[in-house]
């Protein structure tokens, strides 16, 4: 008999299952409301086959091919899936199994294919600004022709461009034409014209003949752009500053009526000014945040300043009530120009804003003066260095003191003043839009002395369940007081992470949201949201913003040989008095530094080309404005310099005396 060959062996067949995905930006629980904008940026929705076998390194990479910014995504993703309905929907991740996601999970949890599968980033954002459409991103969609400007665009982006195309073309159109009759009719209307100069002192605008006379009124006086602030008193009695007691502070800090307040032109959250977006590509983030300011600033640099007085001769009470009020305003645009006035002191120019902001943030790092209930001064932020939280005081909540300190952070910044040094990398990840489930808590960003402790007694050594009735008690009643369940043998790591998010995050989220909104006010959150890299630069660590010995030292412009005048000492007696500045600086504490560093340029951040010169003159002096230090020569120990300067260097919060 004829043996049969051995048939064949069949081969597998594959099959490909068609899901469509959406690539989110950041980390969000709800579905995007418009897909558009992440579409223009790589992202959105894409229908992608993958194979029935499919593992999670196959799917991957199938990923990563259709969506290319997955390649760089640092901190990992999560696919989540929708609720049924309409609209904007909360979103639940899609479970896995111990291999990570298969094609038979995305087949079960998206209805064989018909819903939509989101791709959440966890921990880093994606840039969302729109590619160019020959990306690669855009190259297996079809495209057409723009018939206005003859670009080659994706077809799903096609209707969003031609709204824009056409309507810059319009634009171009109208001015054209308006150039033409300007043109032409610019000869006729030429005796018409009434040419119009700005007052140097108000800012405002008056013809050649007006001039005089209103020059005569306006004299040195400021506009009465802030009539409360310029004038030191509230809008009303009920709402005067404080000089005596609490409650009166309280009714001008909480109660102020934006009615009786003419500001100017402001600015809403939402709508940033359009800027060079040079910054968004600069890599590293401190030049990233330096061009952003200057960018900021340079397109408001011709509009009427914001002004502000502080009166050096009152309380230091008064003063705070004068700056609170300042920056309790609504609807500032914070990016204008900045005049500063010492009331009670001849000095100008730079240097008074540099001390404007230098008392500024020292009041928001370490306290203002004035009582609220919380014992003696308030603090809206609490806490060891590198782990401030917000106070979690209603007081300040109710009164919007936080939105406060979110535009004086932000104001701050833009001037290129003092940063607010310190705060808890855990409010930080949550001020960014961050999960309060990934962010790093610690428990020494607990600021509670007492609930501390408490939640202490849970991070020792978790082998030994042993609790003294106290501890227990202690420990059952804090939990039970923020509607925790009580202490058992199983739950003690859950409960110990449970206690620190709501003692640092859940007790201060209302307080991070205001800050949020005082931010995105003083147009910084813009930067934050496209960079969240520069937040190290506005919220530094507190080693960051340490006055280093070294770094003044660069920053130090000596006396030279050849600049020795006439009326100058001599060359030789020059060089001892620079030694023992040198001396000084390499040996005194921050503290000193920081007065030393403020008394000569205005703050205590170092500038460069601090200059030193050695003069005839019995007292240490500077200015600010040119950040130049003036030592007297008749020094000729260094004990007695020590001692001559640190008294100087401390009077700097009581006025310059020097134009």
Not at 4 to 10: H, L
Not at 294 to 319: G, N, S
Not at 384 to 400: G, W, Y
Not at 539 to 550: G, H, I, L
């Amino acid at each position: 008999m004829k043996k049969m060959a051995p048939e064949p062996a069949k081969l597998a067949s594959i099959k490909f299952l068609e899901f469509q995905f959406c690539l989110l930006s950041k980390n969000s629980q709800k579905t995007p409301k418009d897909e558009t904008v992440l579409l223009q940026a790589g992202l959105g929705r894409r229908t992608v086959n993958i194979p029935d076998n499919a593992d999670h390194t196959e799917i991957t990479k199938v990923l990563i091919q259709e969506y290319p910014k997955l390649q760089n995504l640092r901190g990992g993703w999560l696919l989540q899936k929708a609720s049924g309905g309409s609209g904007q929907r909360k979103t639940t991740s899609l479970a896995q199994d111990s291999q990570g996601y298969t094609a038979k999970i995305l087949k079960a949890s998206s209805n064989n294919g018909k819903n939509v599968i989101y791709i959440v980033p966890l921990q880093e954002e994606i840039d969302i600004t729109p590619l160019p459409y020959n990306a690669p991103e855009f190259h297996n969609m079809p495209k057409n022709i723009c018939m206005t400007c003859g670009i080659s665009v994706p077809l799903q982006l096609l209707p969003c461009h031609l709204e824009d195309c056409q309507s810059n073309n319009a634009i171009e159109s109208e001015s054209d034409k308006e150039k033409e009759n300007e043109e032409a009719h610019g000869l006729s209307h030429e005796s018409d014209v009434i040419c119009l100069d700005a007052c140097p002192i108000c800012g405002e605008e008056f013809s050649a003949e007006v001039m005089p006379y209103h020059a005569s009124t306006c004299g040195e006086s400021f506009p009465e752009i802030f009539p409360s602030i310029m004038d030191g008193n509230s809008v009303d009695e009920t709402a005067s500053l404080p000089s005596q007691t609490s409650t009166r502070l309280q009714s001008t800090i909480f109660q102020l009526d934006p009615d009786h307040l003419t500001p100017g032109p402001s600015v809403s959250a939402e709508s940033a000014p359009s800027m060079c977006d040079d910054w968004k590509r600069i890599e590293l983030p401190e030049r990233a945040a330096i061009q952003y300011r200057q960018c900021t600033l340079r397109q408001k640099e011709d509009e009427p300043p914001l002004k502000v007085r502080i009166d050096i001769r009152e309380d230091m009470e008064d003063q705070e009530g004068r700056i609170i009020n300042f920056y309790k305003v609504p609807k500032i645009d914070w990016t204008r120009p900045l005049q500063c006035r010492l009331e009670g002191d001849v000095a100008t120019g730079d240097g008074v804003q540099r001390h404007f902001f230098s008392m500024v943030m020292h009041k928001l790092q370490n306290g203002f003066l004035f009582n609220v209930g919380n014992g003696n001064g308030t603090a809206l932020f609490e806490g060891q260095a590198d782990h401030l939280i917000p106070s979690t005081s209603q007081v300040l909540l109710q009164s919007d003191l936080f939105v406060m300190a979110g535009r004086i952070i932000g104001h701050s910044f833009l001037h290129g003043g003092p940063s607010l040094a310190g705060v808890s990398p855990a409010i930080v990840h949550v001020l960014l839009g961050g999960s309060p489930q990934t962010a790093t808590i610690t428990i020494e960003d607990v600021a509670d002395i007492d609930i501390r402790e408490t939640i202490q007694m849970l991070a020792v050594d978790d082998s030994k369940n042993d609790f003294t009735e106290d501890q227990k008690a202690a420990i059952d009643q804090l939990a039970m007081s923020w509607d925790l369940p009580v202490l058992t043998t199983t739950n003690r790591t859950w409960l110990l992470h449970n206690l620190l998010q709501h003692a640092v995050l859940t007790r201060t989220w209302r307080q991070v949201k205001q800050l949020r909104q005082g931010l995105k006010e003083s147009m910084v959150w813009q930067l934050l949201e496209a960079r969240p890299d520069v937040a190290s630069v506005i919220f530094p660590r507190q080693s960051m913003a340490d006055c280093s010995t070294q770094v003044l030292l660069n920053n130090i412009i000596w006396p030279m040989e050849d600049e020795e005048g006439d009326n100058e000492p001599p060359f030789t007696t020059q060089c001892r008095i620079s030694g023992y500045l040198r001396k000084f600086v390499e040996t005194a504490d921050q503290c000193k530094l920081k007065q030393l560093v403020k008394f000569w340029v205005g703050w205590e951040l170092p500038m460069k080309e601090m200059q030193v010169k050695v003069v005839q003159a019995e007292n240490p002096t500077s200015s600010t404005c040119f950040c130049i230090l003036r030592l007297p020569a008749h020094y000729t120990t260094y004990d007695h310099f020590k001692k001559h300067l640190e008294s100087c260097i401390a009077t700097s919060d009581v006025g310059f005396g020097l134009v």
